[in-house]
T-cell receptor, first 114, second 109 residues
Framework: DTEVTQTPKHLVMGMTNKKSLKCEQH?????MYWYKQKAKKPPELMFV???????INESVPSRFSPECPNSSLLNLHLHALQPEDSALYLC?????????????FGQGTRLTVV | GIQVEQSPPDLILQEGANSTLRCNFS?????LQWFHQNPWGQLINLFY???GTKQNGRLSATTVATERYSLLYISSSQTTDSGVYFC???????????FGKGTLLTVNP
């Protein structure tokens, strides 16, 4: 099983709302990632968790708050977003012992901020 | 950081044609993956290929790490092959997967 599951698939939120994106994997992977993809652009890394600790934050604004409650789950908490934050948010995981391992992506959450 | 360049940016084929997509990278890599992104946004793993050659059905890939490039071959293309093909690499000991800009493939019936 190489499945990474993201919920919800679609989300529309207002600029004053608070919402969360969820990501789950049961492959025993110890590295998990959030990527952001704007239309007609490649995915860009936001955060990396390695062994449930935040190891990379690509200077992401604080209105995006990641959380890794356990080795299978990754959340992205959203607060006071702007319309320009509308994008496809992709979660990924990899085995994690080294950087030389294959990453697998979920199907994404398409976020619209109104 | 590492630079990843893909070519061509766009490619239009008739069904049944063959194609070659190229990925050049600016530094040594520990990890190289090819993905197909379908119209719904899902990134589908095609190959994990930091070096060498692999084949999977009508698709094959070759990475020549010493010359810093990788090639993805698609034979007998089908309309379902349409979408964006991304090359992504990891350089160094971090976990950052850096993507190229992609090749948009359109296969016409």
């Amino acid at each position: 099983d190489t499945e990474v599951t993201q919920t919800p698939k679609h989300l529309v939120m207002g600029m004053t709302n608070k919402k969360s994106l969820k990501c789950e994997q049961h492959m025993g992977h110890r590295a998990m990632y959030w990527y952001k993809q704007k239309a007609k652009k490649p995915p860009e890394l936001m955060f990396v968790y390695s062994y449930e600790k935040l190891s990379i934050n690509e200077s992401v604004p604080s209105r995006f708050s990641p959380e890794c409650p356990n080795s299978s789950l990754l959340n992205l908490h959203l607060h006071a977003l702007q319309p320009e934050d509308s994008a496809l948010y992709l979660c990924a995981s990899s085995q994690g012992e080294t950087a030389n391992t294959e990453a697998f992506f979920g199907q994404g959450t398409r976020l619209t901020v109104v | 950081g590492i630079q990843v360049e893909q070519s061509p940016p766009d490619l239009i084929l008739q069904e049944g044609a063959n194609s070659t997509l190229r990925c050049n990278f600016s530094d040594s890599v520990n990890n190289l993956q090819w993905f197909h992104q379908n119209p719904w946004g899902q990134l589908i793993n095609l190959f994990y290929i930091p070096s060498g050659t692999k084949q999977n059905g009508r698709l094959s890939a070759t990475t020549v790490a010493t010359e810093r490039y990788s090639l993805l071959y698609i034979s007998s293309s089908q309309t379902t092959d349409s979408g964006v093909y991304f090359c992504a690499v990891v350089s160094g000991s971090n976990y950052k997967l850096t993507f190229g800009k992609g090749t948009l493939l359109t296969v016409n019936p």
